[in-house]
């Protein structure tokens, strides 16, 4: 359950209140795609370190702490070091070093597991940057205003509604077991063990269906129906959220320019 308590300790950031937090959450959406984008597509290292250090600024000035944030950094990050360490081995090119077994290490190979880990590093900067100051129901309005297919925001917008709902009802579950004998920690039969697990499971599939039930049958007593549409506030952008793109944007046409004259 601890990913459900992180997750309402992020919602509890994202509802703070700084310069970032105000800024559009489309705005803040198409920020996190566009340096996602950009730091895939270019191998200089400059660059990359630059968007590194960009986005950790962004972090201190939101006024979320930089301990925490590196640490969710580092938490999600030896997923893709296990991706970035085979790349020595598979790439073709140079080879500096063979292993027994007929392993052998190139040297573009280790250019590019090195550059895909710092991808990596940077992409997921971005994304907790952006869930750190993005709350769940704005990402829900965001994609809404950016015209993504009414079908997919309107489950994104249930799924932000009611998932805290369905870890109450997971928190009443497991609160009953407990209180009839049940710990994964016991001495009883393992076998016991899976089977109350898999109570478990199948009490949460039977609330959410009962739930998913109720809250149809209520969307449809206020005239809700396949081709309805979901409300979406008609808000201008602000200064901030105006900058917020158009200097990343900005940097990145100066350095595309400077590329093309071969400064750097």
Request: proline letters at 3%; zero cysteines; a neutral charge.
């Amino acid at each position: 359950m601890a990913g459900v308590e992180q997750l309402q300790q992020q919602d509890y950031y994202a509802n703070q209140d700084s310069i970032l937090h105000n800024i559009d959450g489309r705005v803040k959406l198409i920020f996190l795609v566009l340096i996602i984008v950009y730091a895939v597509t270019t191998t200089s290292y400059t660059v990359l370190l630059i968007l590194e250090l960009y986005l950790l600024l962004l972090i201190v000035l939101s006024k979320i702490s930089l301990k925490d944030a590196l640490i969710r950094v580092l938490l999600i990050l030896p997923f893709g070091f296990f991706i970035a360490i085979f790349q020595p081995f598979i790439q073709p090119g140079e080879i500096i070093y063979t292993l027994p077994l007929g392993l052998t290490i190139t040297r573009e190979g280790l250019a590019f597991g090195e550059i895909l880990l710092v991808r990596l590093a940077i992409s997921i900067t971005a994304v907790v940057l952006f869930s750190y100051i993005t709350p769940m129901y704005s990402i829900a309005e965001s994609l809404r205003r950016l015209h993504v297919p009414n079908e997919f925001a309107m489950i994104f917008s249930l799924f932000v509604r009611f998932i805290f709902l369905f870890y109450d009802e997971l928190e009443n579950i497991r609160r009953a077991q407990t209180s009839r004998g049940f710990s994964y920690t016991n001495n009883t039969p393992y076998r016991w063990k899976i089977k109350q697990t898999g109570s478990l499971f199948l009490m949460m599939f039977l609330k959410a269906y009962e739930r998913g039930e109720v809250v149809y049958n209520s969307m449809a007593s206020r005239g809700y129906n396949s081709d309805s549409t979901l409300y979406q506030s008609d808000e201008s952008l602000s200064l901030n959220s105006i900058l917020y793109i158009v200097i990343p944007i900005v940097l990145i046409v100066i350095h595309q320019l400077l590329l093309n004259i071969s400064i750097i």
